[in-house]
């Protein structure tokens, strides 16, 4: 492995690969530069004398600018470099012609094919709340369904869908809550699906079953707990009849172009923008080639790379909903007076991303480089397929919860820190570095660390992905699932009664 890597060559700084000590001397395009720190692995180093007030170039973008005069070999970080990003900006279409590298190719995949015509990587049995209070009740009526019927083999898994919603909300709150929910209802990775009410929340049942539109009744059942006398072996009878329903279906081939996947990174460092976040660019682009769908979303974090979305835009309608994704997602943080580059975390800085503009940066590169079909508002559901933007925050549980409401039957999730967490479709867990796949190998499922590997191509990687990737959508667990691992967090936006 080599010990630095300029990115760009018009960069003003190189990404140490491993961990640096000062006084070292480094080759850097014959250039010989000694360190005068101790630079940690991810982070950045100045190749060249940067003025005060210059820019910081990393990928070939500004990345913000320097605070103070700094000189080759120094380190360059949060203590001497700022955002160039401040207030709401205006945009004009300008757009740009992309070829994908990848030819389509006749690969298939292991998956449900539902009645409505969608496809599902999973056969699932959920229990979908409509108010946290039935969480419990929930639990009880799985416990009983395990109990009774023993072998739940026809099923995947078994699961409660708790969140803390459903009552005491107002307008878009409610909304949110509701739409969240109704997406879970007709995700086709579930098999079949009891939806519990209370009787006296917000959610109506009777008015969320109408929202709903016609359903497979075989498949969803619906029960108001506080309608029957024991709301326990009542909805045991009401799964029941969804297993008898559902217990005969089976995996057929489906075309890759069925695919939909949702693209995340969280606990990211210095090196998400050059080994997992450019590999999901890679297999997205590897996808949309085959006729399939992939979505990102972290709205705060196109945020300094937004542009380069815009530019991408397959028209100018597309574009203007593009405008309105940020733009309203910044007017959403001066409503509530809060700072809008108020990122990277504490996780990010250590791990070696020093502003909004590095985080975004790397963050969009895992969008590859195909044009931009559509642009999604929060709770809706995925038409077209190809390269989709969807509106949710940056917070790990709420994008990728947003991301499987969508439609997506899976999330690929980059991460340099590592995080155990699952939504509730499979969500398989990309290193950026190695470090972390040996460290916790019960929750990383994918190294995408061998990029930084001599002798190890972009192009061998790509293709042991695509072959892991269909591997999973045809039945193989990934860690969450292993785990057990699976929640769901809707966006909260306004005030609680």
Known sequence: MKDIMQINANDNIILALRDLKKSETLDVNGQQIELMEDINRGHKIAVRAIKDQENIIKYGFPIGHALTDISPGEWVHAHNTKTNLSGTEEYVYEPIQTANPYMKEDRIFKGYRRENGKVGIRNELWIVPTVGCVNGIAEKIIKRFENVVGDISPFDNVLVLKHNYGCSQ???DHENTKKILMDA?????AGGVLVLGLGCENN???EFKKALGPVNEGRIKFLISQAVTDEIEEGLKLVKEIYEYAKNDKREDIP?????????CGGSDGFSGITANPLLG??????????????LTEVPEMFGAETILMERAINEEVFEKTVHLINDFKDYFLKHDMPVYENPSPGNKAGGITTLEDKSLGCTQKAGSSPVVDVLKYGEVLETNGLNLLSAPGNDLVASTALAAAGCQMVLFTTGRGTPFGTFVPTMKISTNTQIYNTKPHW???NAGTLLEDGVSSEQVLED???YIVRVASGEFVNNEKNDFREIAIFKTGVTL
Request: hydrophobic share 40%; net charge negative.
């Open 282 to 295: 890679r297999f997205s682009d590897y996808l949309i080639a085959q006729g399939g769908t992939t979505v």
């Open 204 to 206: 109506e049942l009777p």
């Open 170 to 172: 107002l307008g878009d």
């Open 185 to 189: 209802v007709n995700h086709p990775n």
């Open 256 to 264: 890759l172009s069925e695919l939909k996947i949702g693209l995340k």
């Open 465 to 467: 992905f695509v072959d």
């Open 444 to 446: 990383i499922d994918y």
